[in-house]
């Protein structure tokens, strides 16, 4: 199957700071990449889907000028945490879907906001 | 009512034996299905992805959806304990791009 790369594997940062998580196609491109949240034990729910060189949809409830989302590239999606609170600490992963419809998911990033 | 249910288990078998794993969904418009499987702290790993109704099978597994009953299962064969994981059934209604509507999950745990 293809394969999705995530930047940072995990990363702990001080409650207030911002946190940039990068998304990437290894070897195919993708038009769209979705990004997630997932909280233990809990199924994944997702945030907000993006396409390449326009705005991101975000689902209800999901407050886009929290999460930060830009799509530069065919092979590159970045998820920007802003003003990070400890409630927003979770595991974020991030898919890639070709253009048949399979979604690769990246190894997810954990986030720890103190 | 959830769109797709999914019973979460946890579901515990020994090693060797056909699991069978089943999700329903209430939404007649989803025309492709998905299953993955979720190690602790990964990201979801794609298994099968197949379009309509029929069976589809890969190595140990193979995928049936049956879209009269709006029904879909994945089998394991001569399981192991690496099968031990959250299965994820998804769906979409349409390909390339179209969001996933997932499952609970079902926690399998395959014992020696």
């Known amino acids: 199957g293809a394969v999705v790369s995530q930047h940072p594997s995990w990363v702990i940062c001080k409650s207030g700071t911002s946190v940039k998580i990068e998304c990437r196609s290894l070897?195919?491109?993708?038009?769209?990449m979705f990004w997630y949240r997932q909280f233990p034990k809990q199924s994944l729910m997702l945030m907000a889907t993006?396409?390449?060189?326009?705005?991101?949809?975000?689902e209800q409830g999901v407050e886009k000028d929290k999460f930060l989302i830009n799509h530069a590239s065919l092979t590159l999606s970045t998820l920007t945490v802003t003003s990070a609170h400890p409630e927003d600490s979770s595991f974020y992963i991030c898919s890639a879907s070709t253009l048949e419809g399979e979604q690769f998911f990246g190894p997810g990033t954990r986030l720890t906001v103190l | 009512q959830k769109e797709v249910e999914q019973d979460p288990g946890p579901l515990s078998v020994p090693e060797g034996a056909i699991v069978s794993l089943n999700c329903t969904y209430s939404?007649?418009?989803?025309?492709?299905f998905m299953w993955y499987r979720q190690y602790s702290r990964k990201g979801p790993e794609l298994l099968m992805y197949?379009?309509?109704?029929g069976n589809k099978e890969d190595g140990r597994f193979t995928a049936q959806v049956d879209k009269s009953s709006k029904y879909i299962s994945l089998f394991i064969r001569d399981s192991q304990p690496s099968d031990s994981a959250t299965y994820l059934c998804?769906?979409?209604?349409?390909?390339?791009?179209?969001?996933?509507?997932f499952g609970t999950g079902t926690q399998l745990k395959v014992e020696l």
């Open positions: 993006s396409n390449e060189g326009s705005k991101a949809t975000y």
């Open positions: 939404n007649s418009a989803f025309q492709y």
């Open positions: 197949t379009y309509s109704s």
């Open positions: 070897d195919f491109q993708a038009t769209t």
């Open positions: 998804a769906m979409s209604e349409a390909g390339g791009g179209n969001k996933l509507t």
